[in-house]
């Protein structure tokens, strides 16, 4: 974003607010959609799946259900 913008300074590019504002936005969404695969990440390599459920649970379950 601030490469964006600095180009624009550099080359008298005038943008809108609603041009800064798309800009912003845009790399607002990026950065949103990073932090959220960085958490699936970090939720699978503890075990874990995103919804709250561990996959030891679930294998629990269908151990429980094959032996009953």
Do not use: F
């Not at 005038?14 to 845009?26: C, L, N």
């Amino acid at each position: 974003m601030a490469l964006t913008l600095a180009e624009a300074t550099s080359q008298k590019i005038e943008y809108t607010p609603a041009d800064i504002s798309g800009i912003v936005q845009k790399h607002a969404d990026r950065l949103s959609a990073e932090y959220q695969n960085q958490q699936r990440i970090k939720a699978s390599q503890q075990g874990k799946k995103t919804d709250g459920i561990k996959a030891s649970d679930l294998e629990r379950m269908k151990l429980n259900k094959l032996t009953t």
